[in-house]
């Protein structure tokens, strides 16, 4: 089985932490050992005692069964402004180094059966001043899986960016189309067999699913949804 996935897309906003956290809760199921890391996140909400609440990660812990998993394990940097994190961090006067964000993810893929690992926005986003998040998934050895978010302009983004991870010398295990809305408009329902003919099967289409709230129900409902959409056996290699 696969140790390892880097789940990232094709723009922010498109579904990383949906389509994660359904394929964690299906692992979870299974009773496969899964960890889950939000390297970097931006976009944090402050709670009444000033903290940083990172809403994907946070979602991806509960999805993998892993709550009493450490927060700054999970999700060691968190930045309040939504900006890239290199921006982000130089802001908040952090300084983010390649080097030590990989050092946590191989921590975790030592120590469990297969780790995922989400991205912020889409594998050219800055990392760092001088590397982005695909340095950070070769830095790793992630094979990676590309969520693209089902709307006018995937066609472009998703060729645009499995294009970037040949060039990026990564393992791609695949693409995983994600609903954005609940009644599609002609573009999301032409782009899936476009993006067949162009791309090769998708790993699976993913449906809109709106707000989760972080219930037993509700994790046990992900779980389904992924194992009737999404081509389990392929993602685990």
Not at 103 to 118: H, K, P, Y
Not at 136 to 156: E, H, S, Y
Not at 158 to 185: E, F
Request: charged content about 20%; overall charge negative.
């Amino acid at each position: 089985m696969a140790r390892s996935l880097f789940i990232t897309g094709t723009d922010t906003g498109i579904g990383k932490t949906t389509v994660a956290s359904a394929l964690a809760a299906a692992l979870w199921r299974r009773r496969i050992d899964v960890r889950v890391i939000k390297p970097v996140e931006t976009g944090c909400s402050v709670d009444a005692e000033g903290s940083l609440i990172p809403a994907d990660a946070l979602q991806l812990r509960w999805a993998a069964g892993r709550e009493s998993d450490p927060l700054d394990v999970v999700c060691p940097y968190r930045f309040q402004e939504p900006l890239a994190p290199s921006v982000a961090a130089t802001r908040q006067g952090v300084h983010l180094e390649l080097a030590a964000i990989a050092n946590r993810i191989n921590t975790l893929l030592s120590s469990a059966q297969l780790t995922l690992v989400e991205g912020a926005g889409g594998l050219a986003v800055p990392l760092t001043r001088d590397t982005t998040f695909a340095d950070l998934a070769r830095a790793c050895d992630l094979r990676v899986v590309v969520v693209v978010g089902n709307r006018l302009g995937a066609i472009n983004h998703a060729r645009l960016t499995v294009d970037w991870v040949t060039h990026a010398g990564l393992d791609l295990v695949g693409y995983v189309v994600n609903a954005l809305q609940p009644d599609p408009d002609l573009a999301a329902q032409t782009n899936i067999e476009v993006l067949s003919d162009l791309l090769g099967p998708s790993l699976g289409v993913f449906p809109f699913i709106g707000h989760l709230s972080r219930t037993d129900a509700e994790r046990l409902r992900l779980a389904d949804l992924a194992e009737h959409t999404l081509d389990i056996g392929r993602l685990l290699g």
